[in-house]
């Protein structure tokens, strides 16, 4: 994110605002249609949604093709330098009208790329996790739902474990001029994937064999296959649009349904601060975009992944009630909020970038953002200028208004390696925590409705996600890191871009803090759920 951002000189607020438009979709569509496509083929329609992402996946390359880069290189050059000068006077900026629309357009265009996109993996997301679950859970037996629904699981966290080092790939690849790295390869290369897994589900039949000999042995076992039931199943699976407002009337009423889905939505809402760890994991530790999109990545996903392995193993051979795995979940929460509490203490000495206007009010300085560290404070500055340094001995600036000694370029060096390690492996233990009750979850969930209701109980569920967790959970934690942002991109005429440092302990707080309190209310409603599933057959 943070790479987009620099290359189109977006703030994360307004990233923020394209990633919640991944869920869009599940506020307006998800209910309605999965209602119309749950009675004919679910796989079809799941392939659907796959390939109206991976067409979609290509606009991220037009916007990078069109639109040139707002990058700020931060690396100093001797004919670039510019040193304090009190002879200058500051140059008066001369704003066109003609060139700030052409900016605010193709920032437009770039966040309406991208939010089309998030629109359309969106889709695919609602398809997949309402129909595609609905059509796996129909086509085996009970007794092997807990595995195949963990199977799901884990490739959905595999998919972002891969994304990561798809995307610290990307960023180490350089091609031409460009310092910020290839991040844009990643969008087609995922569109592709999409495209196999859109072929793979439009060509599967709408029964499997098996599934139908299940069909017929539920039937046998409930109705006796007697020809006043076979004309009740009939009437069952024709449409009618006053239909909706019965089913969904009645699942509402459905108490354990309900609160499971608002324990859901929660506890991902404590969790969309992932969208930001990698950036935080950046500007905290001071490694390079690429390192903290791997290291973030990378212990978030495999401490879900081993998580769900054993999770699966244990629900499939101990095969635990319902109730004892709401309690799990319940227990889990109030785990996961200490735990998220205390990544606001992991802190790693770092003193920012200082740009003290004392220091420059005379020397007609730029804009440019060229950092230099003065080794005798561990203090970096904002740029020579900035520091009063007023001339340049072999790469080394001397006789600065805001240090007694010499300084030099680049960022101050922190070892920052033993809060880094503690960090991932924190991050590594709340991911195996909450990773370990999501199978019971999505079973309890897909378990306290009728068969016929399946696939619109999961897009209440969805509904309830977007409107809870992921839509308001974006956009605030993206406002929250803006706020903590202390320097941003000067990009003329009043406007800013990107933002170049944060005050880390109000991010750390900000980030964390939160994220600790929708745990804490997932935990209400995960008790909720164990007191409402005391007779619930999960086999």
Request: glycine share 8%; aromatic share 12%; net charge negative.
């Amino acid at each position: 994110m943070s790479t987009t951002e620099r290359h189109f000189g977006l703030k994360t607020k307004e990233m923020s605002m394209v990633i919640a438009a991944n869920d869009i979709t599940a506020v307006f569509l998800t209910v309605p249609l999965i209602f119309y496509f749950n009675r004919k083929n679910k796989a079809f329609w799941t392939g659907i949604g796959q390939l109206v992402a991976a067409l979609s996946n290509f606009l991220p390359l037009i916007a990078y093709i069109c639109i040139p880069s707002s990058y700020v290189d931060t690396e100093i050059e001797k004919k670039e330098v510019k040193l304090c000068d009190s002879s200058l006077e500051d140059n008066k900026e001369v704003c066109y009208t003609e060139d700030l629309v052409a900016a605010d357009w193709k920032k437009t265009f770039a966040l309406g790329s991208f939010f089309v996109a998030k629109l359309a993996a969106g889709l695919a997301s609602q398809t997949y996790w309402t129909l595609g679950i609905a059509y796996m859970d129909d086509n085996v037996k009970n007794i092997a739902a807990p595995a195949i629904l963990g199977v799901c699981y884990m490739a959905g966290y595999l998919g972002g474990f891969l994304g990561s080092v798809l995307a610290s790939a990307c960023l180490k690849f350089k091609i031409g001029e460009d310092l910020l790295g290839a991040w844009w390869l990643g969008w087609p290369i995922i569109g592709s994937f999409h495209s196999m897994l859109a072929f793979g589900f439009l060509f599967l039949p709408q029964h499997l064999p098996t599934s139908q000999e299940l069909d017929v042995k539920d039937q046998e076992e409930t109705f006796q296959l007697s020809s006043t039931n076979k004309e009740k199943i009939e009437i069952e699976e024709s449409f009618h649009i006053r239909d909706v407002w019965l089913d969904l009337k009645r699942l509402f009423k459905n108490r354990t349904l309900m609160f499971d889905s608002l324990a859901m939505a929660f506890f991902l809402f404590s969790v969309t601060n992932r969208s930001y760890i990698s950036k935080f994991v950046e500007f905290q530790f001071l490694i390079s975009p690429s390192a903290a999109s791997l290291f973030s990545g990378s212990s978030t996903m495999i401490g879900t992944i081993v998580a769900l392995t054993i999770s699966i193993i244990f629900i499939t051979c101990f095969k635990p009630s319902a109730r004892a795995l709401a309690l799990f979940n319940f227990l889990a929460d109030i785990l996961a909020m200490a735990v998220t509490f205390s990544f606001i203490f992991i802190d790693c000495d770092t003193s920012g970038v200082s740009k003290p206007e004392s220091c420059f009010d005379s020397c007609g300085c730029g804009k440019d953002y060229k950092p230099v560290c003065d080794e005798a404070s561990s203090q970096t500055f904002f740029s020579a200028c900035a520091a009063g340094c007023s001339a340049m001995v072999n790469s080394t600036f001397v006789d600065c208004a805001c240090s007694t000694g010499s300084l030099i370029p680049g960022y101050c060096p922190t070892n920052c390696n033993t809060p880094l390690k503690v960090f991932l492996i924190t991050k590594f233990v709340l991911s195996f925590i909450t990773g370990l009750g999501r199978v019971g979850n999505l079973l309890v969930h897909v378990r306290c409705v009728d068969k016929k209701d399946k696939a619109l109980g999961m897009a209440i569920q969805e509904v309830c996600l977007a409107l809870f967790a992921f839509i308001p959970g974006e956009i605030l934690f993206g406002s929250l890191v803006d706020s903590a942002c202390n320097l941003w991109v000067d990009q003329g005429c009043g406007k800013s871009g990107n933002c170049l440092g944060y005050e880390m302990p109000d991010l750390r707080l900000k980030l964390f803090g939160v994220a600790a309190i929708g745990s804490g209310v997932a935990a209400v409603f995960d008790g909720l759920v164990w007191h409402n599933v005391k007779n619930l057959d999960i086999y």
